[in-house]
């Protein structure tokens, strides 16, 4: 099988909107690369007494619109090709929703379900140092991803302070609410999956009651994704994560779901429902899919099976262009993960702005900009793909790539 490439898959993208709009070649060409890829190999004193080194990457795809942004994750199946195609990722989603952020991204090769908190702890302060250099409130600023969460950010920001020997909130965010973090972050990204989610509903006149929902994936976004569907009256039918697959016709209580999470980690362990295969509830008649787990997981081999009419990525990548071209001619609509995700990168941004000030808001004025920015962003996609009878995607991609584009209109390229 041809190895495939994250980063092509995204490269893919932008190429194609680029065509629709006729981007100059030059700033193609600068949209392809990264600006900056730093990979570091470190030794980790394990809590059996071994070294183990363990490689990381931090990317910081382009700058122009300000400081770099996004997340980092610890899976075994990261590398340089994927953090890539996130920052590239995160640099779009950024221009998007009109954040005064650049994109970046980073990761560690390791499997947190086998490594004790102590040895999270050290992996995670040791690969802060190596990645210093390029670190900081005005110069990249990382956050929660894959298999990281608001602790993994305290210790992050904890030495980085440490290190430059003042304490320094704005250089993480996603961080705990007694360290700066912002209200409402934890469960931003899965209100954004929710918020894109009954918009789309809302312009095809569909309602949210009732509604057949599956979810791919039941971490921080998955699962309050699910949760904010649920409330509005959504039947959550099938969810899975990597252990299991659960279905229930009747719909699933996903606070009781929540709460095992919580205390057993899989949902393997909850007793209610029927487990399937993990990889069967993408391919159940539902209404809607929300694929909230890794990259490339709706691709040329297993679009034709998937059953629903629309698809709103909670995750970075799931679907492939082939993919999308397969679901394009099914009539499904796709709200994409630049747009579909955001909600966690713009509360991110609030909470910077929140730690630069040193004055912190209430929840209520967190979800109130929260909601606003992406009704209005969703609109404005929703107009141009009408407009120019493209995919949501291609014509996120064309907001996006627009902005970046006017800053190099009036910034030129240094020298
Ligand atoms: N990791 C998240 C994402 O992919 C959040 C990034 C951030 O808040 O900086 O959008």
Redesign the pocket.
């Known amino acids: 099988m041809k190895k495939f490439s994250i980063a092509e898959m995204a490269r893919r993208q932008v190429e194609k909107a680029a065509k629709m709009m006729n981007l100059s070649d030059h700033l193609l060409k600068i949209f392809m690369c990264p600006k900056r890829v730093l990979r570091v190999t470190f030794p980790v004193q394990m809590d059996d007494g071994t070294i183990q080194c363990f490689t990381g990457y931090r990317c910081q795809y382009n700058d122009a619109r300000g400081p770099t942004?996004?997340?980092v994750r610890y899976h075994p199946d990261v590398t340089e090709d994927e953090v890539i195609a996130?920052a590239a990722w995160?640099t779009w989603?950024c221009a998007l929703v009109d954040l005064p952020y650049g994109g970046a991204k980073g990761g560690v090769i390791c499997d947190p379900m086998r490594l004790s908190e102590r040895e999270l702890e050290k992996i995670t302060r040791r690969y802060t140092t190596e990645i210093m250099p390029i670190l900081g409130p005005q110069i990249d600023?990382p956050?929660?991803?894959v298999f990281t969460t608001s602790k993994t950010m305290a210790w992050m920001m904890d030495t980085f302070s440490m290190m430059t020997g003042h304490t320094e909130p704005a250089v993480v965010?996603?961080k705990p609410e007694v360290l700066g973090g912002s209200k409402g972050r934890k469960e931003a990204?899965g209100r954004g999956v929710f918020i894109n989610t009954r918009e789309l509903y809302r312009k095809l006149g569909k309602s949210l009651k009732g509604t057949k929902v599956l979810v791919q994936g039941f971490g921080n976004v998955g699962s309050y994704a699910a949760y904010f569907l649920a409330k509005e009256g959504a039947k959550i039918i099938g969810v899975s994560d990597s252990s299991t697959g659960i279905i229930d016709e009747n719909g699933l209580d996903v606070e009781d779901m929540m709460a095992c999470i919580e205390k057993y980690k899989l949902l393997e362990a909850y007793e209610k429902g029927t487990k399937v295969p993990r990889d069967e509830i993408l391919y159940k008649e539902a209404d809607l899919l929300i694929p909230a787990a890794l990259e490339n997981q709706i691709h040329e081999d297993n679009a034709d099976r998937i059953k629903v009419w629309a698809i709103v990525e909670g995750a970075?990548g799931p679907t492939t262009p082939e993919a999308d071209e397969i679901l394009e001619r099914k009539g499904v609509y796709i709200v994409p993960d630049i747009l579909a995700?955001?909600g966690?990168?713009i509360v991110?941004h609030f909470e910077w702005v929140q730690a630069l000030s040193g004055l912190y808001w209430e929840e209520k004025e967190v979800n109130e900009r929260l909601e606003n920015k992406l009704v209005k962003t969703f609109n404005e996609v929703w107009e141009i793909s009408k407009k120019m009878n493209v995919s949501l995607r291609i014509a996120a991609y064309m907001v996006a790539l627009n902005r970046v584009a006017e800053v190099y209109k009036y910034r030129g390229i240094f020298p």
Do not use: F, R, W, Y
């Open positions: 942004k996004g997340g996130l995160m989603k600023i956050a929660p991803d965010t996603g990204t970075n995700n955001s966690g990168v991110s």
